[in-house]
């Protein structure tokens, strides 16, 4: 997918901004505080419906503000373009069409658009707790797999109501009713993920071997439940302190995947800036799995990449990035730091003070 023409009114510092990006290298840099990032937030918004930065809308309306609103132009590969919009009131309203309709749903909407953020808090895929990397894994199946989805929001329910009938102290009997739907979602769950887990390491290993020095990976893939046990014993064997709790022990809700390098996880022994690049790897093999299987290009937004890692390093991604040809926006403050490095055609956009301007690139550079 490519944006080929993206409108931003009243997001953070941006009143209004209209830009035509390139489809692929798009460089958006300025000094801080000049609306860098919340134009990857606008993206960011028109894909997701939501923020990377903030949980509320109200900090990402422009201030004195009732709405913000992101439209853009998306495009497939040969096929035409569609026209995306989104707004978002300060009174927790949200709209969201495509084309000329209204959709009531940002699961919809995320189809249309998808996206990958590399930012200072993606190394958190390796650090922070495992639903990250249960999202990380579903994103790819959420894109590649359409059967995905439905089972995933019956699977959700299924589990609501089982945690609900646990505080609710109900019979086993009834308990034992609800089960058969939790286990027959959560069965399907834990293949597609497998599934997905094993193709996504065939693509990952040879973009690792591009970015990284470290000799061995590996992705362990645990699927929520002890491993000796199907899912019907797990559950009988939590059973009392899922009573205890109000809550199901047992279960894909609980997957993880471990991301190990010399047996030991990797958050634990790589360096800060091993982390970045392995994550940046993990994050690259996610779009280039989407591309593979299913002809769809990801738009990456990277935040403050010049910050975030060493010249030689700016390098090596940059050249992983072009082979992989999907449109990028990439915000940094100089952009001699990472322009020249770039082989193919760029677009340069300056932010100043929430005005985004298309600049020359010799202007850029020199
Ligand atoms: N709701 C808002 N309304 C108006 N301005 C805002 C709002 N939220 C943040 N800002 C301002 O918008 C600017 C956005 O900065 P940001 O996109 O983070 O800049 P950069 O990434 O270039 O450092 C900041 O100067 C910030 O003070
Ligand atoms: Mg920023």
Not at 259 to 273: D, P, V, W, Y
């Amino acid at each position: 997918m490519t944006i080929s023409r993206l409108i931003i009114q009243q997001l953070r510092n941006i009143n209004q901004a209209s830009i035509e990006p390139a489809s692929q290298f798009n460089i958006i840099y300025g000094d801080n505080g000049s609306g860098k990032t919340s134009v990857l937030e606008a993206v960011y918004l028109l894909g997701l419906g939501r923020s990377f930065r903030s949980r509320t809308m109200n900090s990402i309306i422009q201030l004195g503000k009732e709405a913000v609103t992101v439209f853009g132009l998306v495009k497939e590969q040969q096929n035409n373009e569609i026209p995306l919009g989104i707004e978002r009131k300060k009174d927790g309203a949200v709209f969201i069409r495509v084309q000329e309709h209204t959709i009531n749903s940002i699961a919809e909407l995320a189809h249309y658009l998808p996206l990958q953020i590399i930012n200072q808090d993606s190394y958190q895929l390796l650090t922070g707790s495992p639903k990250q990397r249960r999202q990380f894994l579903d994103w790819g199946l959420f894109h590649v797999e359409q059967s995905f989805f439905p089972i995933w929001k019956r699977f959700q329910r299924s589990l609501q109501q089982r945690n609900a009938c646990l505080r609710n102290k109900v019979s086993n009997a009834e308990l034992k009713f609800w089960d058969k739907e939790f286990i027959d979602t959560a069965l399907i769950i834990d293949q597609l993920r497998t599934h997905q887990l094993e193709q996504y390491k065939q693509i990952f290993v040879k973009r690792f071997k591009q970015l990284n020095d470290i000799d061995d990976i590996e992705l362990i893939y645990k699927r929520g439940w002890n491993a000796e046990l199907d899912l019907e014993q797990a559950l009988a064997e939590s059973l009392s302190r899922d009573r205890q709790y109000g809550f199901t022990h047992a279960g894909p809700h609980r997957a993880d995947i471990d991301i190990k390098t010399g047996k030991m996880l990797a958050s634990q022994l790589l360096s800060r800036g091993q982390q970045k690049l392995l994550t940046y790897s993990l994050l690259l093999a996610q779009g280039q799995l989407l591309t593979e299987y299913t002809h769809r290009k990801c738009v990456y937004l990277i935040d403050d990449m010049p910050a975030e890692l060493d010249r030689h390093h700016i390098q090596s991604v940059l050249t992983s990035l072009t082979e992989m040809q999907a449109q990028l926006f990439i915000t940094c403050i100089d952009p001699q730091a990472i322009a020249p490095a770039i082989k193919t055609a760029v677009k340069m956009f300056h932010v100043e003070q929430g005005v985004i301007t298309a600049v020359d690139n010799r202007e850029a550079t020199s």
